[in-house]
Structure formats: structure tokens, C-alpha cells
């Protein structure tokens, strides 16, 4: 793997922690960035044997402060040629006409705002050099609709074509960008944020289902950054065995289980 140090947002828990364990075991530098300190040491003091590790406590809409984290950086940790954009959530599951339009703009601001502005802070210092990879984590979600996806479906797809888009203006340099798409994962900390700390509606959403594991993702992205440096992988689509294009998605599976059960 010819890289050298890697930003992970969303880095303490699912799929940034995955990916932040895979690619520590690459010897891979890495940046861990979330917005909860203990967490982020506690995997800094899981990895630090195996690489080197910064962390940067942030919630990654704070963009001056992100900015001036980045500036901040020590000299080690200066020449950031990967970036993962993991970081993103998903709030409520009502149709367009019940929503609270507070979840709808976090969702804008962190899934695709904070994600292009993280973006833009990198990549001159990518194209300068002629070396780097964006990999930004989407969702199918992004490309199959269901009942109640309304913003998080689009900021979705935001990234899907953000990457495609990023990929044609980096089009006669080395920098590479892939959009990593799962299915149902098995992340009951996203259907507990969704759920706004309905741990029980959350528990629901797997039962009876085998899904994907961060692990799968992080393999992934482990893959793609594996790649010759001629090749440039566009996107990856995932899903588990339980789930198919056309067929029953994450969300309508949630909607489905998180309907009131008769009393017995």
C-alpha cells in the first residue's frame, strides 16, 4: 500500500473504527477524528503499538475549529494522503410532511457539507503532490428509495455523485476518489441515533437478519486502497445475503419491526 497517513472521520466507533483497526494493521499513520475524546484515546491506546496515532476531538461541523485542528497538526502527521470521510448519521424515519427540520439540516451539514468543506481542506495539498485517495462512505440508500429516506436518501446521493464528480476534475492526476455504498449493516448505534435513543425500536432492527458487519466495510476500503496506482475503483455496492436491489431495504426492514406489536 503506497500511502502513508490516513484521516479517519467518525473514528470511535462502526465502520471509522474498523477501518481505522484494518489499516493500523497496514502500518498506515492515522488521523482519528470524532467528536468523543475518551473513545478516540481509548483506540489510540488500542493501536499506538502498531502505528502512530493523532486524535483530533472535534464535531466535524465546527469547521473553524476542524480547520484549525488541521493546521494544528504535528509534523508527523502533515502529509495526509488518504481520507476517509465516514462521518454521518441518520435522523428519524417520518415522511417528508412530519419531519422535524432540525434533523433535516444536520443531516445536510454533517453527511454532505462537512464532508465537501473536509474535502476541500485536503485536496490541494493531494493534487500538488499527485498522490492520494478519497474514499467517501455512502449508502445505498443513495441510489434505491424507500419510505421515509426523504434527506438522508438525498445527502446520500450527494456523495455518490460528489465522488463521481471529484473523480472528473482530478481527471490527468494520480488522486484517486471511490464512494463505498453498504446495505444494512449491523450498526445499532446509527438505528440508535436515528431512533433519538429508542434503544428498544433500535434492538428490533436486525432480528432474524444476518447484515453486514464494519468489518465488511472496512475490508473494503482496505481493498480499494490496495489497488495499483493506475487503477481507480469508482464505487462499491454491498449488501448482505438478507438484502437485494428492488427488494426490501434497511429502512423499510426498520419500519417494518418498528411497528407496535399486539399485546399477547
Known amino acids: 500500500?503506497?500511502?502513508?497517513?490516513?484521516?479517519?472521520?467518525?473514528a470511535s466507533s462502526g465502520i471509522g473504527k474498523a477501518t481505522a483497526e484494518i489499516l493500523a494493521q497496514q502500518g498506515l499513520k492515522l488521523v482519528l477524528l470524532a467528536r468523543r475524546e475518551e473513545r478516540l484515546q481509548q483506540l489510540q491506546a488500542q493501536l499506538e503499538p502498531l502505528t502512530q496515532c493523532h486524535?483530533?476531538?472535534?464535531?466535524?461541523n465546527d469547521h473553524s475549529k476542524l480547520r484549525q485542528a488541521l493546521d494544528d497538526l504535528p509534523q508527523a502527521f502533515q502529509s495526509i494522503d488518504i481520507l476517509i470521510n465516514n462521518a454521518g448519521l441518520a435522523l428519524g424515519l417520518k415522511p417528508a410532511h412530519e419531519t422535524d427540520w432540525n434533523d433535516w439540516q444536520t443531516m445536510i451539514e454533517t453527511n454532505c457539507l462537512s464532508l465537501a468543506f473536509l474535502s476541500r481542506q485536503l485536496l490541494p495539498k493531494m493534487?500538488?503532490?499527485n498522490h492520494g485517495h478519497i474514499v467517501n462512505i455512502g449508502s445505498i440508500a443513495g441510489t434505491y428509495h424507500y419510505k421515509g429516506a426523504n434527506v438522508y436518501g438525498a445527502t446520500k446521493a450527494f456523495v455518490e455523485q460528489f465522488s463521481i464528480n471529484l473523480r472528473s476534475d482530478l481527471l490527468g492526476t494520480a488522486v484517486r476518489v471511490t464512494n463505498i455504498e453498504p446495505g444494512l449493516l449491523n450498526e445499532s448505534e446509527f438505528s440508535l441515533v436515528r431512533f433519538k435513543g429508542d434503544a428498544e425500536r433500535a434492538s428490533r432492527v436486525y432480528e432474524g437478519l444476518e447484515p453486514l458487519k464494519s468489518e465488511d466495510v472496512a475490508e473494503s476500503v482496505r481493498w480499494v486502497l490496495s489497488q495499483p496506482p493506475h487503477v481507480n475503483i469508482n464505487?462499491?455496492?454491498?449488501?448482505?445475503i438478507h438484502q437485494a436491489p428492488g427488494g426490501p431495504t434497511t429502512t423499510v426492514i426498520e419500519e417494518e419491526k418498528a411497528k407496535p406489536r399486539p399485546h399477547t
Not at 55 to 60: L, V
Not at 235 to 240: D, K, N, V
Open 1 to 10: 500500500m503506497n500511502y502513508q497517513t490516513a484521516l479517519i472521520t467518525g
Open 55 to 60: 486524535i483530533i476531538a472535534c464535531d466535524i
Open 235 to 240: 464505487r462499491i455496492e454491498l449488501m448482505s
Open 127 to 129: 493534487v500538488s503532490a
